[in-house]
Structure formats: structure tokens, C-alpha cells
């Protein structure tokens, strides 16, 4: 090993004693190159195997060493042959099982023979149970030492054991401990300010904890090492985004300012005032279009909080401009619903709307297009069609990007390259609620604004659950419900399924309820029908033509039609929090009293009573996604799974939602005073997942 090397960050696994190209390359797999890899590579958990315990003070679940002396020992032939032995230690009594074992074995726990055992107690027919225990033999005149640390383990590979761990980390904390240096990239004064222990002393301390150290703190990520390393991983996140966005910032927009005319005459066209959050939210964006940046701004709102004005409102300030505008929304039902509403209220004032989805091929599309590269299109609304490589504008100055989260931020990006010379202003529309932390932290490149008060008037969706054994009930009301002159929609979701079974739910269950109710007018969109009966079906059910609109998710987002006051949902339970929310928030739109029935068929398991109580209790889009980040974690919440955007190794926004205030001052200053060490810690958290800030 070169003894001048002094940054652990240089030195390769391979110089440590027993690592030669097979264990490198098992520790490759893990991403583990060098020895300070090695010492961010945390245990999962921790044993305690420092002290030993009395019998008596076990409770089930409890791991734990016991010196104990044998009773009795004796094999059973039951459903599986066992041996077991009773052993004891004064304070109490407790099984060791067996269910290998050999002769010489059974021969050596003859009574009175004293063992040390570790193992994890369990409740047995009897009493408490070690199945399989550690053990060692003892002997009276030679007390074996107890661990001096807590026992680490190690998330693993195949064919690398926990003790190869042990003794990788072991000499990897004795170079730490000799001096050889863990770049520590976080400034003393903000160590101190933030009362954080050093990088080198959280890591020793994590990967052999002294005895005194709490293992429920540990186990909760709550020890002042772990928030040490949560609070670097989530500044470096953090400190990504915003390099993303200092680049996109850099660069020069549209400087929209008007005299608000077109904005004007579209508000008096309306039969309605805009809510108090809609206008503050239009004045952020009115703010964001004069500044000559490109704007990057995220708006939440809750269902039905009215995003399509804000959004329509963001067009007219940049078509009185004379910048064309593009809105994309993630389905083509969708885009044909904003197609309509933007045609509604910019026809009147002389603008017209263009169309583009993946249904236009060939001239129709080729005109498309050619009008909006030749500038003489300034309005379009679409779907990924919009996307794609030759669509070209003559003059984009804004796009907006309705129901973001199905978008990824790839997508994100693609947009931001369409605009000739300047960059167009963007701006995203989530109907998916992000409590405030997460979308702190996973939209650090945007700004945020919520729209946090819905239209007058409105009055929360009342929601019940009950069993799929009440399915007739369930279709008596909904047959009330429309003869009252109400619509009603029944979602059919089978998650998990193929969607062609989705579909053929659906198709039977539109048979079964037309059968049922002769008198209603049924309807049925799913994912396999044409884009064209799609259209023409929601259409109908818009028009009131319909009184019951039978459906898989694909009614999940954005679907608006005031008069339907029903939703029936069926097999809820699998569904999560964010889904159901939002299928929900297709009624309650107008100004009648509405209903969800969230039908489950039974037995119904732990969580998913959790999540249907939940929607039956709020109607609170942040409170709901709160409670579904804690179920399920931001990839899930975000949709985002799969690309690991927000996947932390340390950190957990719940957990530690209290340090990312911190985190964001600290992200600021340290842009401002020590602008070197955001790559260096980037790259120590983010590695090869870099895709944010490599833009
Ligand atoms: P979402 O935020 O879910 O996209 P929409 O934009 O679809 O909501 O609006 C929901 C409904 O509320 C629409 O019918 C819309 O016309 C209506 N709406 C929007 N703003 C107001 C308002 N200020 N007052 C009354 N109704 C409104
Ligand atoms: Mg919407």
C-alpha cells in the first residue's frame, strides 16, 4: 500500500488484506471501489452481543446473548423431528430448537454443561425459544469476552459473509484510525452551528457503536451520526437540483410584459371570480414571465382547485405578448378536455387553438406543424405528441406541462430544448399533492406555488366504505342518484392485472349495471377503445348524455364534469392513497352534495383499512399525501420509482423533514461562500445518478 496516499478515496479495496480480483469484483457489484466506499457502506442493523442477559428479562423478539446451563435435553418426534434442550439461568427458563442437528451434538449439551447462546427470542408451545442459537460451549475456569461494540450488519451480497464484512470494515476503520483521511467536506463553522459530529467519527461510530449506544435509536436512524450523514446526503441532493437550476437560470427567456389586456377580457367572459390562490398564484407566474429568466415553476393544487384558469391565465399574458404557447397533458383525454376548455374561453377573444396528439399522422399533422414553425400557430394543446423531435416552433415562450409527475424530468429537459435562441418559460401543473418537504426536495430546480383554497361553494366529497357484499345496495343508489338528474362513475381498477383484463372488468360490469338499471343511459371508456370513441364517449357523458360512465383509471386525472356527484369505486383496497384520491376528486366538482362508496371486498388487510379510513376521514389532498409518503415512500409518491430520483441511502424525508429547512440554508450559503465543495459532495452522494446536474 503506498503510504502517502492520505485520502481513503484513493486507495482501492484491493490494498486491503484479503481482497484479491473475486472479492474486488463482489464489492464492485456493490459499488464499492475504494476504502472510503467501504466506509459508506452502513450496516442495516445492529446486534447487541455486549453483555449478556438474564433469562428471565427476554421477551419475544428479543436478540440477545444468554449463558445459561442445560436442564435437560431430549429429541422429538413430532411434525418435525426436533431436539430440544432446556437450559436455565436462575432469573429463568428457556427452550434452544433444533431441527438439524447431529448425535455428537445432542451427546454435548449434557446437563449441567454451561453454554453461551445468541439467537432471537420466540414465543414456543411452552415457553421462550432460541431456534437455532449461536452458541459456544463454556468452561468454568475461562469466562469468554463479550463483543466490545455493537455487532454491525451489513446489507450484502452473495457469497460475502458478515464476518468478511467485519474484518473489510474493521481494517478499513484502522486506517481511519491511523490517520489516513475521510475528506470531511462540510465546513468546521457548520459542524459547530449544527452540532453535527465530524464525518471520520460518525462513521466509526456507525460502524462499531459503542455498547451504550442506544440499538432503537440506531434501528431508528434517530442517532446524531446517522443525521450526520443524512444531512450531507439530502445537502448534496439538495445542491444538485440547484446547480440544475443555476444552469437553466443562466440562460436568457421571453421578457413578458403587457399591459394584462387579454387576461382581462378572458376573466369577464367567465361566469366566476378566480379564488384568492388563483390570482396570487398568476401574479407569481406574471412575476417569473417579465424577469427575462426562464421560469421553472411547479403548481400544486388539490383537486379541483381550478389549475386549468391559472394555467390559461399564464397563456394569455404570453400570447399578448405575441410568444406562441404549448400545453401538454399526459393523456390524449385529458388534452382533448383542456383543448376545450382553452377553446371555450380563447375563441371568443379571437385566438384559436391548435391540436396535436399521436392520433394526427400524416397532412393533417404535417400542417400542425408547419403552422406552428411558421409562427402562425399561437396557441396548441397535446399530448407527448408535443415532444417530439420535429415539432418546432417559431417563437416558443411557454410551455406548461399539466399533471407533471406521469412526465419525468427527462421530458422536462426535452422541452426546455424546443425554443430557438431563447429558452420558453415553463410552467408544471401537479394535481398530485407533494407535501411541502418532499417537493422541496425533489423539485429544488423549481418554484413552487399551491393553490391552497378551492372554488366556493364546494362542499367536501362525503365517503363511505363498505364490503362488495352490498354490491345491490351499491347499485340501488346509484339508480337514485341519476334519476335525481345527477351523473354517477363507476371505476372498475384491477391494479396489476393485464390492462386487456381491466378492460373485459369493465365491459362486464358496464353489461352487468345496464341490465340492472334499464332505465339509466350507461356508458364505457377504457384503455383499448379508440382515441376517436373515447372522445366521443366522454363527450356524451359531459353533454349529459349519460347518466353513468362505466371506467377503468383511465378517468383517474384531470376529468372535469360538474354535474356527476357519484363515484363508485371498486376494490379499493388496492388502490393507494394518492390513486383513490384522486379518482375521487373527479366528483364534488359542482356545486350538489356528492359521494364516494369505496367498495372493498373483504377480508380486509391492516393497510389498506389504514388508507380507506384515511380517505374516509380527510379531504385534504396534502394531509392524504403525507400519510401516503409514510406509507409508501417518495418513489412511490412521486412516481417515480422506477429512475430513482429520490431514493436516499441514509436519508428518509419523513423521518427527517425537521433538517431540510437546514439543509436548504446551508445549500444557499454554501453555493454563496464555498461554491468548490458542491461537486466533491455531489458526487460522493449522487455518483453516477448525477443526470440532474450533468445537464
Ligand atoms: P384542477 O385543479 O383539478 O385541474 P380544474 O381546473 O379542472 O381543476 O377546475 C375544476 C372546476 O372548477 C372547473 O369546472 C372549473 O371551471 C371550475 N373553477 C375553476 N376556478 C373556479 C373559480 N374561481 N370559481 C368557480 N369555479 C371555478
Ligand atoms: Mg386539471
Known amino acids: 500500500m503506498n503510504a502517502k496516499a492520505d485520502s481513503l478515496a484513493t486507495i482501492p479495496v484491493t490494498a486491503l488484506r484479503g481482497v484479491g480480483p473475486r472479492r474486488a469484483q463482489q464489492l ?335 397532412r393533417r399533422r404535417a400542417a400542425v406543424l408547419e403552422h406552428l414553425a411558421a409562427g402562425e400557430l399561437a396557441l396548441v394543446v397535446g399530448s407527448h405528441a408535443l415532444f417530439q423531435e420535429d415539432v418546432r416552433f417559431a417563437r416558443l415562450g411557454l410551455a406548461i406541462v399539466d399533471e407533471q409527475h406521469r412526465f419525468g424530468v427527462h421530458q422536462r429537459l426535452a422541452l426546455r430544448n424546443k425554443g430557438d435562441g431563447l429558452v420558453p418559460h415553463q410552467l408544471i401543473m401537479t394535481a398530485t399533492p407533494i407535501p411541502r418537504t418532499l417537493a422541496m426536495t425533489a423539485y429544488a430546480d423549481l418554484d413552487l406555488s399551491v393553490i391552497d383554497e378551492l372554488p366556493p361553494g364546494r362542499q367536501p366529497v362525503k365517503t363511505v366504505v363498505i364490503s362488495d357484499e352490498r354490491r345491490s345496495e351499491v347499485v340501488a343508489r346509484v339508480g337514485e342518484n341519476c334519476r335525481q338528474g345527477r351523473q354517477a362513475y363507476w371505476a372498475c381498477t384491477l391494479i396489476e392485472e393485464s390492462e386487456a383484463l381491466q378492460c373485459q372488468a369493465a365491459e362486464d360490469t358496464a353489461r352487468e349495471l345496464a341490465e340492472a338499471l334499464p332505465d339509466l343511459r350507461v356508458g364505457l371508456v377504457h384503455g383499448r377503445l379508440k382515441d376517436a370513441d373515447k372522445e366521443g364517449v366522454m363527450q356524451a357523458f359531459k353533454a349529459g348524455e349519460l347518466d353513468l360512465l362505466v371506467a377503468t383509471t383511465v378517468i383517474e386525472v384531470g376529468v372535469d364534469v360538474p354535474n356527476a356527484s357519484l363515484m363508485i369505486i371498486e376494490n379499493a383496497e388496492r388502490l393507494g392513497l394518492a390513486q383513490l384520491h384522486q379518482l375521487r376528486g373527479r366528483v364534488g366538482r359542482g356545486a350538489a352534495e356528492s359521494h364516494c362508496v369505496l367498495m372493498y371486498h373483504p377480508p380486509l388487510g391492516q393497510l389498506a383499512r389504514e388508507r380507506l379510513g384515511m380517505l374516509r376521514e380527510s379531504s385534504d389532498g396534502f394531509a392524504i399525501a403525507r400519510k401516503d409518503l409514510a406509507l409508501r415512500g417518495p418513489g412511490e409518491v412521486l412516481g417515480t420509482r422506477q429512475t430513482g430520483e429520490v431514493q436516499f441511502r441514509i436519508a428518509d424525508l419523513v423521518r427527517d423533514e425537521a433538517l431540510i429547512p437546514q439543509v436548504q440554508a446551508l445549500a444557499d450559503r454554501l453555493l454563496r461562500e464555498h461554491p468548490e465543495l458542491a461537486a466533491p459532495l455531489i458526487r460522493r452522494w449522487l455518483g453516477e445518478k448525477v443526470h440532474y446536474a450533468a445537464v
Not at 131 to 153: F, G, K, M, N, S
Not at 196 to 225: I, K, Y
Request: aromatic content about 6%; proline content about 6%.
Open 28 to 362: 464492485a457489484r456493490l459499488g464499492i471501489d475504494t476504502v472510503q466506499d467501504l466506509l459508506f457502506h452502513l450496516p442495516l442493523r445492529y446486534q447487541d452481543r455486549t453483555r449478556v442477559v438474564p433469562v428471565g428479562s427476554l421477551r419475544a423478539g428479543d436478540q440477545a446473548v444468554i449463558e445459561v446451563t442445560v436442564d435437560h435435553a431430549e429429541v422429538r418426534f413430532g411434525r418435525r423431528r426436533s431436539l430440544l434442550v432446556r437450559v436455565s439461568d436462575g432469573s429463568g427458563a428457556l427452550m434452544l430448537r433444533f431441527f438439524h442437528f447431529t448425535a455428537a451434538q445432542k451427546q454435548a449439551f449434557a446437563r449441567g454443561v454451561r453454554l453461551r447462546c445468541f439467537g432471537e427470542a420466540r414465543n414456543g408451545p411452552a415457553m421462550l425459544e432460541l431456534v437455532h442459537p449461536e452458541y459456544t460451549l463454556l468452561r468454568d475456569d475461562a469466562p469468554a469476552p463479550v463483543e466490545e461494540a455493537l455487532t454491525p450488519i451489513y446489507p450484502t451480497t452473495e457469497g460475502l459473509h458478515q464476518l468478511s464484512w467485519r474484518d473489510l470494515t474493521g481494517q478499513a476503520l484502522a486506517l481511519l484510525h491511523e490517520g489516513r483521511a475521510l475528506q470531511e467536506l462540510l465546513p468546521e463553522a457548520v459542524l459547530r452551528e449544527h452540532r453535527l459530529p465530524s464525518l471520520p467519527e460518525a462513521v466509526a461510530l456507525l460502524h462499531r457503536p459503542p455498547p451504550d449506544v442506544s440499538t432503537q435509536l440506531l434501528s431508528e436512524n434517530g442517532h446524531p451520526a446517522q443525521q450526520r450523514l443524512a444531512f450531507e446526503e439530502l445537502l448534496a441532493h439538495q445542491l444538485s437540483l440547484r446547480m440544475l437550476r443555476r444552469r437553466a437560470r443562466a440562460h436568457a427567456a421571453p421578457r413578458v410584459i403587457v399591459a394584462g389586456e387579454l387576461e382581462r377580457r378572458l376573466l369577464d367572459t367567465l361566469p366566476f371570480e378566480p379564488t384568492g390562490a388563483q390570482r396570487r398564484v398568476a401574479e407569481e407566474i406574471a412575476g417569473d414571465l417579465a424577469s427575462g429568466r426562464p421560469m421553472l415553476r411547479l403548481v400544486q393544487g388539490d383537486v379541483g382547485s381550478g389549475k386549468t384558469l391559472v394555467a390559461a391565465l399564464a397563456a394569455a399574458r404570453a400570447l399578448e405578448d405575441g410568444w406562441q404557447v404549448a400545453l401538454m397533458a399526459p393523456t390524449e383525454l385529458l388534452a382533448e378536455q383542456h383543448r376545450q376548455n382553452l377553446a371555450q374561453w380563447f375563441a371568443p377573444l379571437g385566438i384559436e387553438v391548435g391540436w396535436l396528439t399521436g392520433r394526427h399522422k400524416g
